[in-house]
């Protein structure tokens, strides 16, 4: 998980495997982002999930929440070796205005 | 074409000297950000602009200040760089004011303060 006291996360997978990365969080949010950032970019947004769908998908990303939990995930199938990145989840601290982000799962996909 | 860019991508400069970063968007996005990320720290936000001279502190302002005079370009500057703002500086932009639209990110500024 990408909140609380966890660190920084790291999975290593070979290309063709299907993985999940979770984050939990801890205060109301009325969407969940996924972003992807790869080596030497910046973070692009993946997918956005609203505080009332349990699940989205876009491609070979799945994205579900769980309001009651406070947790999100991602998966990705049949991963390619593009798409070893960073994936940061992120909600809305809707009483400062402002995004925020977990520490992030390292991915590596190996070819 | 959406675009946020940033300028320089890599910065070296001396303790205690200046330093400006830019950063400009072709969207007409209301809100734009800047946000240091560290290693093992994630991203951290430093300010928010929510448009032209309506700015407002973020998580980590001490030691950085903002300019935003045009909608689409917002300056991060730093007077008398200390070691410690090594970093990798990223701009981002929000089409409207509320916190749970898409951000959308630079390639970020590497900054080296010696």
């Known amino acids: 998980s990408q909140w609380g006291e966890e660190n920084l996360q790291a999975l290593s997978i070979q290309e063709g495997e299907d993985v999940t990365m979770n984050c939990s969080y801890k205060t109301y949010t009325t969407v969940v982002q996924w972003y992807r950032q790869k080596s030497g970019k910046g973070p692009a947004q993946l997918i956005l999930i609203r505080s009332n769908e349990r699940e989205k998908r876009s491609g070979r990303l799945r994205a579900t929440l769980d309001t009651s939990s406070q947790s999100s995930s991602l998966s990705i199938t049949g991963t390619l070796a593009t798409d070893t990145a960073v994936y940061f989840c992120a909600t809305d601290d809707t009483n400062a205005y402002k995004v925020i982000f977990g520490k992030g799962t390292h991915l590596h996909v190996l070819p | 074409d959406m675009k946020v860019t940033q300028m320089p991508r890599y910065l070296i400069k001396r303790m205690g000297e200046n330093v400006l970063l830019e950063c400009g968007q072709d969207?007409?996005?209301?809100?734009m950000y800047w946000y240091r990320q560290d290693p093992g720290l994630g991203l951290q936000l430093i300010y928010i602009?929510?448009?032209?001279?309506?700015?407002s502190e973020g998580d980590i302002p001490k030691g950085y200040r903002v300019s935003r005079k045009k909608r689409e370009h917002f300056s991060l500057i730093l007077d008398s760089a200390k070691t410690n703002q090594t970093s990798v500086y990223f701009c981002?932009?929000?089409?409207?004011?509320?916190?749970?639209?898409?951000?959308?990110f630079g390639h970020g500024t590497k900054l080296s303060v010696l």
């Open positions: 602009s929510y448009d032209v001279d309506s700015n």
């Open positions: 981002a932009s929000t089409a409207g004011q509320l916190s749970n639209e898409r951000l959308f």
């Open positions: 969207m007409s996005h209301e809100t």
